[in-house]
C-alpha cells in the first residue's frame, strides 16, 4: 500500500506543487484586501463604519418617506381643522395647494368653471326632512270593482248591429250594439195590451163614478170599477218597469205605439251603463246571445288596485297605521315605464292569511290619468312609513365611495368644490340619512359627482401631482 502511495506522489508532484503555488498565493492576497478581518482594531474600525452608514442610510429614508408624504399624501379636507385651513396648505410648488391645478386634487379640491358647473352638474342642499320607513312589495295591477261594469243584455236575440269596439272609449249612455230580441218585443206588446186595459178602466171608473154620485149607480157597481183601475194600473206599472228594465226611458215607451210599423220594435238597444273604456268584446254582427253572457266590459281606468303580498315581519307596523286611520302614501313603479312613478295609498289590509305563501294581502289605490298602468301588470310598490322626527338627509346619487369611505363634494367658495367625508345612517326611498360631515344648509352636488370624483382620485388611475 505505501509503495502505491509514493508512486501516486511522484506521479502527481507536478500537480501538487501548482495547487500549493496558488493556495499561498490566494492567502497573501486576502490579507491585503481584507486586513481588519485579522485583527481587533480593524474590527472595531469596520463597526463604526458600518454604524455610521446605518444612521445616513436611515437619514435618507427618512427624508424620502418626508418626501413621499408630500408629495402623494392623499389628505382630504376633512384632515384640516376647517375648510379655511386649506388656504394655509402649500404644496411642494411653493404655492397654496388649492391654487395648484397639480396638486389641488390632493385635498379633495375640485375647480369647476361657473359655466360648465350649470351644465354638467346639479346641486341641492342637505336639508332636515321627515323620517320615515320604507317598505318594499312586489304586486299586480288590478281592475278597481268598483268602477268595472259588465254589460249584460236583459233579453237575447241576434245581433243587428256592433256599434262600439274594444279599446273605445264611450260616454254614459252611448249605443254599444243593437240586438233584435224576441223577449222584448212581447214585452212591448204585453205593454200595449196592458196600456188599451188601463185606458179602459180609467173609462168605466170615470163614468161609474159619475154615476154613483148621481145616485144612478149602485155602490158595488162603483167600487167594482174602482177595484178594475187598481188592478189595470198595477199591471201597467209592472210591464213599464220591465221596459225600463230593457233600457228603455219614459219619452221611448210612450213612442211604443209608433214602433209596430218600422221596423224597429223589437230592437233591444244596449247603451252604457258608465263612462269609461271597452276593455273587453264578446260580440258580433249575426251573434246569437243570451241573457247568461257579457258581451262588453266597461271599466274607468283612470283608477285602479295594486293588491301586494305582505309578510309576518312588516304586518305589525302597516297594522298599526291602519288601526290608527292614518293615510300610508305608496309608489308604484311597473317596467314598462321605468322613470314614471305612480301615487298610490293603502286603503286595505287584509283579514286573511294565506296558509301557504304566509302572507296577508294588502290593496293600494293608483291613480292613473293618463291611462299607463294596465291591469295585469306586475308592479314594485313601496310605501312610506311615517315615524317621529326629523333628519339631515341628501339623495342618494350625492353620496360617493371609495375605499370603504363616503364622502360628498361640498361648494366651498367662487369655482372651488371640495370633498367632504361622511358618516351615513339609514336609507329611505331616494334619500340618505347624514350622522355627519356638513352641516345643514350646505349646498352639495347631487348629480354629475362622478366627474368631480374621478378629478380627486386621479392619481389611483396612473395621474400624479407632477402630470
Known amino acids: 500500500m505505501n509503495n502505491k502511495r509514493i508512486f501516486w506522489i511522484k506521479n502527481n508532484m ?58 402623494a399624501g392623499h389628505g382630504h379636507a376633512t384632515e384640516a381643522d376647517s375648510l379655511d ?41 342637505a336639508e ?3 323620517r320615515t320607513k320604507r317598505l318594499r312589495f312586489t304586486g299586480q295591477v288590478q281592475l278597481d270593482m268598483t268602477k268595472a261594469v259588465e254589460v249584460v243584455p236583459i233579453g237575447g236575440g241576434r245581433v243587428e248591429r256592433v256599434e262600439k269596439y274594444i279599446g273605445d272609449k264611450v260616454q ?31 173609462s168605466t171608473f170615470n163614468r161609474e163614478k159619475e154615476l154613483y154620485e148621481k145616485k144612478i149607480s149602485s155602490q158595488v157597481d162603483y167600487l167594482a170599477a174602482q177595484n178594475e183601475l187598481k188592478a189595470a194600473q198595477a199591471a201597467y206599472t209592472a210591464v213599464d218597469k220591465k221596459l225600463r228594465l230593457f233600457g228603455l226611458d219614459t219619452e221611448q215607451i210612450e213612442n211604443i205605439k209608433d214602433e209596430k210599423g218600422n221596423g224597429s220594435f223589437a230592437d233591444l238597444v244596449l247603451r252604457a251603463p258608465q263612462s269609461g273604456t271597452l276593455i273587453t268584446q264578446n260580440i258580433s254582427v249575426g251573434q246569437i246571445v243570451d241573457t247568461t253572457e257579457s258581451i262588453y266590459t266597461v271599466a274607468d281606468l283612470s283608477n285602479l288596485w295594486v293588491w301586494c303580498d305582505v309578510y309576518e315581519k312588516d304586518l305589525e307596523i302597516l297594522h298599526e297605521q291602519t288601526a290608527k286611520d292614518k293615510s300610508l302614501a305608496a309608489l308604484v313603479k311597473v317596467k314598462a315605464f321605468k322613470s314614471v312613478g305612480f301615487d298610490g295609498e293603502v286603503d286595505f289590509v287584509g283579514n286573511l292569511m294565506d296558509e301557504h305563501t304566509r302572507t296577508v294581502k294588502i290593496r293600494i289605490q293608483v291613480k292613473n290619468p293618463d291611462s299607463k298602468l294596465r291591469p295585469g301588470m306586475f308592479a314594485d310598490v313601496e310605501v312610506a312609513i311615517p315615524l317621529d322626527g326629523q333628519m339631515l338627509a341628501v339623495p342618494q346619487t350625492a353620496v360617493m365611495a371609495d375605499e370603504g369611505e363616503n364622502f360628498v363634494f361640498q361648494h366651498w367658495k367662487e369655482d372651488l368644490w371640495v370633498r367632504q367625508d361622511v358618516a351615513i345612517g339609514e336609507r329611505y326611498g331616494d334619500f340618505v340619512e347624514l350622522l355627519s360631515g356638513v352641516p345643514q344648509g350646505a349646498k352639495i352636488v347631487t348629480g354629475g359627482a362622478f366627474m368631480l370624483k374621478s378629478d380627486v382620485l386621479r392619481e389611483k388611475m396612473g395621474a400624479g401631482c407632477a402630470d
Open 14 to 71: 507536478t500537480l501538487l506543487i501548482v495547487a500549493v503555488f496558488f493556495l499561498v498565493a490566494g492567502f497573501l492576497l486576502g490579507r491585503k484586501s481584507i486586513p481588519h478581518v485579522f485583527s481587533a482594531d480593524a474590527t472595531d474600525a469596520c463597526i463604526t463604519d458600518c454604524q455610521e452608514e446605518q444612521e445616513n442610510c436611515a437619514d435618507e429614508c427618512s427624508d424620502h418617506e418626508e418626501d413621499t408624504d408630500d408629495h
Open 85 to 125: 385651513d386649506l388656504e394655509k396648505i402649500t404644496c411642494e410648488h411653493d404655492v397654496g395647494i388649492i391654487e395648484c391645478d397639480n396638486c389641488r386634487f390632493e385635498v379633495g379640491v375640485v375647480k369647476l368653471d361657473p359655466s360648465l358647473a350649470q351644465a354638467l352638474i346639479e346641486t341641492g342642499e
Open 128 to 130: 332636515n326632512i321627515d
Open 172 to 202: 254614459l249612455g252611448d249605443i254599444l250594439a243593437v240586438i233584435h230580441s224576441d223577449d222584448l218585443g212581447q214585452v212591448k206588446a204585453n205593454f200595449l195590451e196592458r196600456q188599451s186595459a188601463l185606458e179602459l178602466a180609467e
